[in-house]
């Protein structure tokens, strides 16, 4: 096997000469003379008419006629009898080989007289008879650029992204859809449903890499994304749904919660049928009333309605309105939901590495890049397999796939489960009945299977969910729940509810909240997956599904699945355990939420019974908030430092690995490792450890990168090999950057994370640190393979996730949370530091 793999990368070098650049700053608003107010458009704020596209492609046709009558006052550009080069991005910034300063005031008629401006400007100008007043002037905090000095700037990597953009922007085949990402207007493919497309395009970046010199990088990275068709909500709704059903065993309550959730926080034009019109306005979808075709109102209002049977759309939160759904058109580029894409399973295909690179190929061109300067190919370090050991023996790994096969190898430590609970929620299924005997069926296996692994079971039961009864499948889980509570109450019993559904809306959310509150584990599995597993078994053949689920199942009654190492240090964490901690923050998805839901802060370390598993919790923070509130911090490292050192004494290193700090904003994740240590020595004092000091090294773990690394083999781009490592010339200019991956591509082409080290009092060798990330990341115990970032960053990434649920869930069963909820007493509320059983093991 070459341990020292030819790599290349999708880096393009870009070649500086000595010229001077203008920092401009754009400003542009809609101003109403009738109440003297303004509507900034540079912000490109998804408020009022349009969307991102449209209002970047409109800034960008005034801006060209200000330059117009900037050319036709200044003497150079009279003298050279054309306007200067300009680079924009649609927005609040301008660069140009000269300094311009021009400001215009546009009356409603001259505005609307632009070429190609939108409908949706013209007629926000025409409403309020307003006018367009903008200006360009030379930015006074940084007037000005030389290319070949001032890379260190952190501002030069936005200058490089705008003027790269330019010839694909000007040509009119891009779009930029959202910061970096451009898409190309002219490549779209339907999706598997005729409801969506898929959008091609490209993610590009600049960074500044290198050893003994700094130089600016391109990145381009090709990537779908899928929106919705602009059809009429009433379309939409048919093709997904179908019509209202009339069966009985159908749970409408359900049927409407999934319908709603589908529809709710999409931004649609109004049809008004007085003036037989679309408006260029826009309402956005927050609810959906499936009693309004039920009102005289209603009715007389919308008299000739195709589908009178559909319920309503419900627009706005302060100013409600009700619309039926065929007088609502979505907007052009509307993006499909995460959990919309994931639901219908329209994920796009992933490219595998050739694709990606003659896709990317097409790309350069139009971005004026016809003969890319590769950044040369360089060698990658493979390092040996991780070691993984279960309870008797220790197992081999795959050379080239680094993953394991266990067969019958026993647990390394034995959860306990004295009471299991089958919970079957079926509200959606057309044979009930036989979707719960398949269910029974599998379960049977599974037992065999637990016991076979070292698992056991003592007592089962099954409790069915009946639709027909008009139940609430929420309100039957709580029933169970409190059932559980009263069978264990007063005996030493451990529990465990396992939950065996269909697609109910919220139920995920609503079981976890269920575990909270009642201290009790539980495992999720739906429908679809036990069919999968039932056909599997029925061939004869082993279900790789369901030994995963009984991974997942005994992590989560206390157990240990395996340990892993460092290839000659096997169960070295069993003699001299580092204290390993991980974090995490998560924000709200959607826009129109990111000000009002709070970010969730998760983290997890490894203070349980074993250092090899990772436990964990979450708190809520200030919306958008990145950073880690020290508070919230150094609660959990001083809570955690003292159980870790009852059980194991005082460790002579702390890990720290961070994900999702974004590129330039290291320091506050050096501010947060600097609490840690800080609370940690603080912690020991207390614990009478005078002058106690760890070697602490921690890390910065980034996924969301356009770094792409392709295996050269005979000039045909494969994924490298696992446990494959790359530094050096890629890393960032003046920081200690390694690529590490840890796992093997099962399809697409491989992302592989960067690592970047902040602190390392010990200074340990790039070789080291590979070995031992990649030790770290077969450490997942759900999967006999290692994961793409390590584990105690994973769990984190869970345990943020989780909060986000519980936030969710506790406001649909409870409707008591408001913006001005304390976010520490919600925190108390929701959080797992309270909980007997959960504090102490994995319940992600």
């Not at 940084?142 to 003027?163: A, G, H, M, Q």
């Not at 295996?711 to 530094?727: E, F, I, S, W």
């Not at 929701?830 to 059983?837: D, E, H, I, P, V």
Request: net charge positive.
């Amino acid at each position: 096997m070459d341990t020292q793999p030819n790599l290349v990368v999708n880096l393009f070098g870009i070649e500086l000469k000595q010229k001077v650049i203008y920092r401009h700053l754009v400003h542009i608003k809609l101003f109403q003379p009738a109440t003297a107010t303004d509507f900034i458009l540079t912000t490109v704020s998804f408020k009022g008419r349009g969307n991102r596209v449209s209002k970047i492609i409109d800034n960008h046709l005034i801006a060209r006629r200000m330059m117009e009558d900037f050319a036709k006052k200044d003497s150079r550009c009279i003298a050279a009898k054309r306007a200067p080069a300009i680079a924009y991005d649609g927005g609040g910034l301008l660069f140009s080989t000269v300094p311009i300063n021009v400001c215009v005031d546009l009356s409603t008629d001259e505005a609307c007289a632009i070429p190609g401006l939108s409908n949706y400007l013209k007629d926000s100008l025409q409403f309020m008879e307003g006018s367009i007043v903008a200006f360009i002037k030379p930015d006074v905090d940084k007037p000005s650029f030389c290319n070949e000095t001032e890379w260190k700037d952190s501002r030069f990597c936005s200058y490089l992204d705008i003027v790269t953009s330019q010839y694909a922007v000007e040509t009119g085949k891009y779009v930029s859809h959202s910061r970096g990402l451009y898409l190309h207007t002219q490549m779209k493919e339907n999706s598997k449903v005729d409801w969506a497309y898929t959008a091609h395009g490209v993610h590009k970046s600049c960074r500044i890499v290198g050893v003994e010199k700094a130089m600016p990088v391109l990145e381009l990275d090709p990537r779908t994304i899928q929106h919705f068709q602009p059809c009429t909500l009433d379309h939409l709704v048919l093709k997904v749904f179908g019509r209202i059903p009339q069966n009985r065993n159908v749970n409408m309550h359900s049927f409407y919660q999934r319908m709603e959730r589908f529809l709710r926080g999409l931004r649609c034009n109004p049809y008004y049928a007085d003036i037989d019109k679309w408006a260029t306005t826009t309402q956005m979808v927050t609810g959906i009333d499936h009693e309004a075709q039920k009102k005289k109102e209603y009715q007389q209002k919308f008299p000739n309605l195709r589908y009178p049977d559909l319920p309503a759309a419900i627009c706005g939160t302060s100013h409600r309105k009700i619309f039926p759904l065929e007088y609502l058109k979505i907007l052009p580029y509307s993006t499909l939901d995460k959990q919309i894409v994931s639901e219908f399973d329209l994920i796009p295909k992933a490219m595998p590495p050739e694709e990606r690179w003659r896709i990317g190929a097409s790309h350069f061109a139009e971005f004026k890049f016809h003969n890319p300067q590769r950044v040369s190919a360089l060698k990658g370090e493979r390092v040996d397999a991780p070691a993984v050991k279960y309870a008797a023996r220790q197992v081999r790994v795959d050379d080239e796939k680094r993953d394991w096969k266990p067969f019958d190898a026993k647990f390394v430590e034995a959860g306990r489960i004295d009471y299991f609970v089958t919970v079957i929620i079926l509200s959606q299924s057309r044979n009930p009945a036989l979707d719960q005997k398949m269910t029974s069926n599998v379960m049977e296996r599974f037992f065999r299977r637990c016991a076979e692994r070292g698992l056991g079971i003592r007592e089962n039961i099954i409790r069915c969910y009946d639709p027909q009864n008009r139940q609430n499948p929420a309100d039957f889980l709580t029933i169970v729940f409190a059932d559980v509570l009263d069978h264990i109450r007063g005996r030493s019993i451990e529990p465990f509810v396992f939950l065996v559904s269909d697609d109910v809306p919220n139920i995920h959310e609503f079981l976890k909240f269920e575990e909270r509150i009642s201290d009790i584990p539980t495992q999720h599995v739906l429908i679809k997956s036990i069919r999968s597993i039932n056909d599997t078994l029925m061939k004869g053949k082993m279900s790789q599904t369901m030994e995963n689920i009984i991974l997942k199942t005994n992590v989560k009654a206390g157990g240990i699945n395996y340990i892993a190492d460092i290839p000659d240090q096997l169960a070295s964490w069993n003699h001299e355990p580092p204290f390993v901690i991980g974090l995490d923050v998560s924000h709200p998805d959607k826009p129109v939420f990111r000000d009002r839901v709070p970010s969730t802060v998760g983290l997890s370390c490894n203070s349980g019974d074993s250092s090899y598993t990772f436990i964990g919790d979450f708190a809520f923070t200030t919306p958008r908030r990145e950073s880690v509130d020290p508070v919230i911090l150094r609660k959990f490292v001083t809570d955690n430092f003292r159980k870790f050192v009852r059980v194991r004494g005082f460790p002579k290193r702390v890990y720290i690995f961070r994900d999702g700090v974004s590129c330039g904003e290291e320091s506050e994740a050096v501010i947060e490792t600097n609490v840690i240590s800080d609370a940690i020595v603080e912690a020991a004092e207390e614990e009478g450890a005078r002058g106690y000091a760890p070697l602490v090294l921690s890390i910065v773990v980034k996924k969301r990168h356009n770094t792409r690394f392709y295996l050269n083999r005979n000039n045909q781009p494969k994924n490298p090999l696992a446990d494959t490592a790359v530094g050096g010339i890629v890393a960032e200019y003046g920081k200690r950057q390694i690529f590490i991956q840890a796992f093997r591509p099962i399809q697409g082409t491989a992302k592989i994370p960067s690592f970047l080290v902040i602190r390392d009092d010990e200074n340990i060798d790039d070789e080291y640190l590979t070995k031992m990330v990649c030790a770290i990341c077969s450490l997942h115990q759900i999967v006999n393979a290692p994961t793409s970032i390590p584990t105690p960053v994973f769990v984190s990434h869970e345990f943020a996730k989780r909060g986000s649920d519980l936030l969710r869930a506790y406001k649909l069963k409870t409707n008591q949370l408001s913006e001005e909820n304390d976010l520490t007493s919600l925190t108390a509320q929701l959080s797992y530091s309270a909980c007997t059983r959960l504090s102490k093991i994995r319940v992600v």
